[in-house]
């Protein structure tokens, strides 16, 4: 039986020198370009599981090759005779985010600084498929960042009770049904006027509602009434960053008092979308606004990775 | 087995580095690897020519095109977005062309 045997390189040859300097070259730039455009390598590989990469090869071995011979190999890879379909490109990118927050947040709860803010906002903006920021049109709340609290569920309309308020499975739920609801109105008053008026909007607001300090809003004395009118029903990203739960909220009430040590307050259905629903029922959170334009993100929980196919407009 | 035809391939080739590496003292096999040593540079090269002509959003579109390889939707996508692309591909690739052909020069110098 014989045997190939290859023929040693010798390290000076022209070949082994010319090699060294390309494959040093190669990997150099590589990994420039890589980080050059890090956010849109990282969504297409998110996009793109691995096994999906024999599809298009050109940027998919590129990008999971860490040293030449894949990366070569690439370029001999089929024509590409299959086109997914962009719904089979969902991905969860919950792992994702809490790892981007990791390197991002303070070890304390505390206010985040401006670049803090902007750089999480613009990571968020990437892992989430829509824009989010700590400020909007010019307003802010007084942080981003704090411990949010247990609410009650509010009375959507004038004679709205427990046995009302919830459906047959959240009445099942014994977090949901015990926390009980808050005895007045929330400080936008009644979510509908009545039963029969309130519709599919309100009883979704009233679920998802937060209660934000607006009242601590900068410049909230100068123009309160247009404060007001802004925070209504604003629509915000709320995010437990060490577990990546995520959920779609609207401004639904003022608070809480600040004596209480907790800077935002969640429904029942907001803790136990945040993960938040047992032991203290307090966490810290990330609160940011949502540009929603358009109206377009639903309330509710959201994983990083439900908007992938809605590609921001950075 | 054939090169794969990249959306660029009708655009730049690296004819006149083959030319200077087939004066280099290399067996068949190490031209061969050497070869696509160079295409794959120039694929990240081009990658990066466009890529930082675009927007964080169209950089996704690009990419995402070019994971399918529709290389008519590529194309235009980049003439939609890029002003002159082919000319900026050109470019780079002639840059490239230029230092992988004086890496070339250097090593047969070096070796003499």
Do not use: C
Request: charged fraction near 30%; proline fraction near 4%; avoid cysteine.
């Amino acid at each position: 039986m014989s045997k190939k045997v290859k023929k040693p390189v010798k390290e000076n040859s022209q070949y082994a020198q010319l090699k060294k300097k390309w494959l040093k070259k190669h990997k150099e730039f590589r990994r420039e370009v890589r980080q050059k455009h890090r956010e849109a390598f990282e969504w297409i590989g998110e996009k793109v599981p691995a096994k999906e990469h024999v599809a298009g090869a050109a940027v998919g071995a590129l990008m999971l090759s860490n040293a030449l011979p894949a990366t070569i190999a690439a370029a001999f890879l089929p024509e590409a005779t299959v086109t997914p379909q962009e719904q089979d490109l969902h991905v969860d990118k919950t792992e994702l985010v809490v790892e981007h927050l990791a390197s991002m947040l303070p070890k304390d709860v505390r206010p985040l600084s401006q670049t803090e803010e902007a750089l999480i906002g613009q990571t968020l903006s990437a892992d989430f498929g829509f824009t989010v920021s700590a400020e909007l049109d010019g307003r802010r709340l007084n942080r981003s960042y704090g411990f949010i609290g247990a609410e009650q569920h509010l009375m959507r309309y004038l004679g709205d009770l427990m046995h009302s308020h919830l459906s047959a499975e959240e009445a099942g739920n014994k977090y949901i049904y015990s926390s009980g609801m808050a005895p007045g109105r929330g400080a936008w008053g009644f979510f509908a006027k009545s039963k029969v008026e309130m519709s599919e909007q309100d009883v979704e607001r009233e679920k998802w509602y937060i209660a934000a300090p607006t009242f601590l809003a900068p410049g909230f004395m100068d123009n309160v009434k247009g404060h007001y009118e802004w925070f209504k029903y604003r629509k915000m990203l709320v995010l437990n960053p060490k577990t990546g739960q995520a959920v779609v909220v609207d401004i639904g009430d003022a608070g809480p008092a600040q004596w209480t040590g907790k800077h935002l307050g969640g429904s029942p259905e907001v803790m136990m979308a945040l993960g938040l629903h047992t032991g203290p029922r307090k966490g810290g959170v990330l609160y940011f606004f949502i540009g929603d334009v358009d109206n377009k993100i639903p309330l509710g929980p959201v994983k990083a990775g439900d908007y992938n196919l809605v590609i921001s407009d950075k | 087995m054939n090169m794969k035809k990249h959306f660029y391939s009708d655009l730049v080739s690296l004819d006149t580095v083959l030319v200077e590496l087939a004066t280099l003292n290399l067996t068949s096999e190490e031209k061969k690897e050497i070869e696509e040593l160079a295409h794959a540079h120039l694929h990240e090269v081009i990658l990066d020519a466009i890529l930082s002509e675009l927007s964080v959003r169209d950089k996704k579109i690009f990419l995402a095109n070019l994971e399918y390889d529709t290389h008519e939707k590529i194309w235009k996508h980049l003439n939609e977005k890029v002003e002159n692309v082919e000319g900026k591909i050109k470019n780079a690739a002639d840059r490239l062309k230029a230092e992988l052909r004086e890496d070339v020069k250097q090593v047969k110098k070096g070796s003499r």
